[in-house]
Structure formats: C-alpha cells, structure tokens
C-alpha cells in the first residue's frame, strides 16, 4: 500500500470513530426523569434514592429523558469504519504476501498516482503497455513530468520509474527529436572531483565519476568517449583512465587517478574536462566540456584551506561527513599499504579539511592534514 493510501484510509478510520462514538451517545428523548446511572423512571418518586440501584437521586444524577441512537450519523460512522479497516486489513494482508494491488486500479487513477511521483503508479502504467492494456496514448501527457523529474537535482526516489516510462515512451515512437535529446543527456551525468587548492609538489587526485538516472540500457549500450583532462596547457594523455571504465549500466561510479603538480608552477589554473557522451542503438552523442578552476600554492604556502566561518552549517557537514578505508589505491596497488578516504556527500556548499590521528592502545599518532 501506497503512502497516499495509507494516509487517506487512517483519516477514514478518524473520521469513522469520531461519527460511530457520537451517534452512540445518541441524545435524549421524552420529559420524564431519569437516572443516570440506571436509566431508571423516576416520576412520581418520593424518596431521596433511586429505589432501581440506590443512587442519591438528586441534582447531576437525574437526567431528562430517555437516550437514543442517532442513526443518521451513526450509520455513517459505521460505514467509514468498515471501508477503512478493510482497506488498512487488505494494504497489510497484500504488504505481507506482495499483492500487487496496483494491477488492479483504474487507469485514470493510476495516472493520478503517478502525477502524484507515487513509482509503484509508474512502474504498473509501463508494464500495462507493455502488456498492451493501456495504449501509448494515454501516457504521451506524462512526457514533459518524466523529463522534468529525470532532470531534477537532487534526483527524486522516482526518477528510476520515470526514466522506464520514457524509455518506454522513445521506444514506441512517442518522443519529438528535442525530447529524444534531453532523455539522453539526462541519463548519465560526468563530473570531476578533485582539491581545489594544493602546494605545488603536492600529489593531486583526480576522481572522474558518472551517476544515472536510470540504467543506461534502457537508452542502449553507453560510454565516454576521448575523455581528456587539462590543466593549463597540460592535458592527461591517458584517455582509458577519463572515460573507457564509465563503460557499465549501474547507478554511478567512476575512476581515478594522481597528477604531481612539480611541472606546475604557483599560479591559477583552468581545469577542463573533454570528452563524448555516446550512446548505441539508436545512436546519440553530447560533447561534454566541463570547466573548473585549480589553485597551486608556493610549496611553503601555510595552508592550502579556507576556512568559512558559518555556524549554521554544523549540523548537516558532521552528518555529511563519509569515511571509507581500502587496501589499494586508484592507482596501482601498493602492499602493505593502508588507505583513508574522507569525503563529504550532502547538501553542503564546501570541501572539507581533517586532520587525521589514529589511536593505537592510549596513544595517539598524527596522520597529517587531508
């Protein structure tokens, strides 16, 4: 069951309890008193207590006459208890045995879902076409929700489910050149990370990494093409290392590899990375130029770091902060060689610094600055 339904059956169940409880107490009718207690006819009584059940039969205790039902809101009530607990029931029974209830809803709800990003919607509308159920017309006016949702950064939980739809959608014939375009440029992103400042004799590394929206098979077989890193008028000569490993149809990965900045001299450089997109059957190509600014310091430069003083942004770099260990480098592996890798993956607008110290027994031992 759907968060949406989930939801829309518990205010159900409110609403459904709130109506049952007050047609239960109902309202009183007749002018005769009564006890509260008992319900007991107290005309005529000439005793202080309530000869049904002994209660003093004064005051709060005596009430006007006798309670009924209010079935016009009662009925009600009862009707949206019924519906809601069936519903909560069979979304649990069909959670536990993984009943696809999707498969059984109307179209057109199915199509509210999914312009609501509900991904099971999505994922049951394409597999209906492709069973021939739901014709490729009723999901054209899907089109420009799915390219904007591949699109969005950060990428949504449904965005595997809307790259399925077009893909689904470009197979039949359904995307306009423009559109055909965008769904390929938006399926694999390129991006390199590396320090953006360094002193020079400083070994620099380079990470090229790639993420999808989606596996790239769904758009054909997929690479990088000429991938060429430049620094200045220097530029990385193996094109294997820049895009031949972005070859494979997972979520994201990439490579990397270290550049000795010795033949840099201090000074600002404009870093550029160069390379094609390319897709097969059917065939698309993007040339990719991504620009970005490096910084090499005297190599008895104080600091490589600048710091930015801003206490709001505590909280989420601690969260942000993602420490991983491996026994080889991206290079080639060295034995006997342990490897640290800090990096900061989260809404933070910065790189981050850390000074490194291992524990061993009581004693501390300082790793160096990162």
């Known amino acids: 069951m759907s968060l949406l339904f989930g939801v829309l059956f518990v205010l159900l169940l409110a609403a459904g309890v709130v109506l049952s409880v007050w047609g239960l107490r109902g309202r009183r009718v007749g002018d005769e008193p009564r006890c509260r207690k008992c319900n007991y ?76 990003d509900q991904p099971p919607a999505i994922r049951e509308l394409v597999r209906q076409n492709k069973a021939g159920t739901v014709e490729d017309e009723q999901l054209v006016g899907l089109i420009p929700l799915a390219l904007a949702q591949q699109g969005r950064d950060p990428r949504p939980r449904s965005v595997w489910a809307w790259t399925e739809l077009l893909a689904t959608m470009h197979r039949a014939g359904r995307l306009s050149v423009p559109e055909q375009e965008q769904f390929y440029d938006q399926m694999v992103t390129l991006d390199v ?5 360094v002193r020079q004799g400083e070994q620099l590394m380079f990470f090229f990494k790639h993420w999808t929206t989606g596996s790239p098979n769904l758009a054909g077989s997929f690479k990088v093409e000429d991938g060429v890193l430049r620094i200045g008028a220097w530029h990385q000569e193996d094109h294997h ?12 990965g990439g490579t990397g590899f270290a550049v000795e900045t010795d033949r840099f001299e201090p000074g600002v450089y404009e870093v550029q990375l160069l390379a094609t997109k390319a897709f097969t059957n059917p065939t698309f190509k993007r040339n990719i130029e991504l620009t970005y600014e490096l910084e090499i310091l005297p190599p008895d430069a104080p600091d490589t770091v600048r710091l930015v ?8 770099f601690k969260k942000a902060i993602r420490i991983t260990t491996s026994a080889h480098s991206w290079g080639s592996p060295e034995p006997g060689v342990f490897y640290i890798e800090i990096a900061v993956d989260g809404p933070v607008p910065m790189d981050g610094a850390f000074q490194l110290l291992a524990r061993i027994g009581e004693h501390e031992v300082d790793l160096g600055p990162e």
């Open 193 to 197: 990370e590396f320090r953006p400042r």
């Open 41 to 116: 006819n107290l005309t005529g009584l000439t005793s202080e207590h309530c000869p049904e059940c002994g209660t003093h039969a004064t005051g709060e205790n005596v009430v006007v006459g006798i309670p009924r039902w209010r079935w016009r809101v009662l009925a009600p009530g009862l009707l949206l208890l019924l519906v809601s607990i069936g519903g909560l029931g069979l979304g649990a029974y069909g959670r536990a045995k993984g009943v696809n209830w999707y498969a059984h809803l109307p179209t057109f709800v199915l199509i509210q879902l999914a312009e609501a």
């Open 241 to 252: 290392r820049c895009g031949g490993k972005f070859s494979h149809a997972g979520s994201g």
């Open 309 to 316: 003083n801003d206490p709001t942004l505590a909280d989420a």
